[in-house]
């Protein structure tokens, strides 16, 4: 069975990461020193970065989504994405793609964002 967009029933919504791979902590690390500038916590911790995709070329596929659709720096924060994860020792290429599916909500921020925004 399938839903509105063609995804098949059980399939999650967010495409898993790249774990595994050597360069994964690393970039991770990268993302998080980009920071939405209303919000005083990265974007790694505040849920926003869904999935980080590697592959042994170290080509990188990043799928991230906002806190709002209208928010300021939309044409902006991928490219700030692919400018720290670029720089990174073993990166070749970076891709960064928004998305609004699954909308962003409170419940994805780590609780290292919760407690620095005090809603622990």
């Known amino acids: 069975m399938t839903d509105a967009q063609g995804n098949v029933e059980g399939t999650p919504l967010i495409r898993p990461s790249t774990t595994d791979h050597p360069l994964y902590d690393a970039v991770v690390d ?3 020193t980009v920071f939405d ?3 005083p916590v990265n974007i ?3 849920g926003l970065v869904y999935t980080i995709d590697l592959n042994d070329d170290g080509d990188a ?3 991230m989504t906002l806190t709002a ?6 044409g902006e924060m991928p490219g700030w994405v ?3 994860v670029g720089a ?3 990166i070749r290429s970076v891709d960064v793609d928004l998305t609004w599916e699954p909308q962003w909500g409170m419940e994805m921020m780590s609780d290292e964002a919760r407690l ?4 622990m």
């Open 116 to 119: 620095e925004l005090g809603f």
């Open 44 to 46: 790694y911790d505040l």
């Open 37 to 39: 500038p209303e919000i």
């Open 61 to 63: 596929r990043i799928i």
């Open 82 to 84: 692919q400018d720290a």
């Open 88 to 90: 990174m020792p073993g």
């Open 69 to 74: 659709p209208g928010c300021p720096v939309a």
């Open 30 to 32: 990268a993302c998080r």
